[in-house]
Antibody, heavy 120, light 110 residues
């Protein structure tokens, strides 16, 4: 059974950066999926942020997040990372990672979510 | 790109059917048969319920069905159960390796 496990809650001050991890286990191969990141502000809906190909490192960001979000991966540990820089209170949210199977157009497995709180 | 449009709320009684709409444009919903639906209970991660407009993942009851006409996709939940009370989100491929979610619909089983 595929497992997607994210890092824990983070509390950061405005202007700082945060890096969230997402470890995928039991997927057949790094070449079989992509990883997407989704943000959910308190009481709000889901917002697609971008994706990374964990095999090649190729990324694509939603226009809104270009320049302030960086997605990376470590192939040796099947872990993806999403870093948000220059945090503001508007970045307070739960951040989810989700897998997208190659050849598919949906998100099949989701992490449990990581709460990021930005507060002075 | 702009979020897809969903009604903020929907409701039905146990055993009834309810349909949730998801309206986009020809650049997303209308342009691809890659609409998926997710259910999210409070404090939980979303769960895939429908993909490629009409397909159900293994383990999802056949009470859940999807359809699409033009730029509008729909999710129908038949035989409503209390466990169906949750937020539902549609999502569509929007071209150029971009995706877009709907604003979400809170389904209440009254």
């Amino acid at each position: 059974q595929v497992q997607v496990v994210q890092s824990g809650t983070e509390v950061k001050k405005p202007g700082a950066s945060v890096k969230v991890s997402c470890k995928v286990s039991q997927y057949r191969s790094l070449t079989d999926y992509f990883i997407h990141w989704v943000r959910q502000a308190p009481g709000q809906g889901l917002e697609w942020m971008g994706w990374i190909n964990p095999h090649t490192g190729v990324t694509n960001y939603a226009q809104k997040f270009q320049g302030c979000v960086t997605m990376t991966r470590d192939t040796s540990t099947s872990t993806a990372y999403m870093e948000v820089s220059r945090l503001t209170s508007d970045d307070t949210a739960v951040y989810y990672c989700a897998t997208h199977p190659r050849g598919g157009w949906y998100f099949d497995y989701w992490g449990q979510g990581t709460l990021v709180i930005v507060s002075s | 790109q702009s979020a897809l449009t969903q009604p903020p709320s929907a409701s039905g009684s146990p055993g009834q059917s309810v349909t949730i709409s998801c309206t986009g444009t020809s650049r997303d919903v209308g342009g691809y048969n890659y609409v998926s639906w997710y259910r999210q209970h409070p404090g939980k991660a979303p769960k895939l319920m429908i993909y490629d407009v009409i397909k159900r993942p293994s383990g999802v009851p056949d009470r859940f069905s999807g359809s699409k006409s033009g730029n509008t996709a729909s999710l129908t939940v038949s035989g409503l159960q209390t466990e169906d009370e949750a937020d539902y989100y549609c999502k569509s491929y929007a071209g150029s390796n971009n995706w877009v979610f709907g604003g979400g619909t809170r389904l209440t089983v009254v």
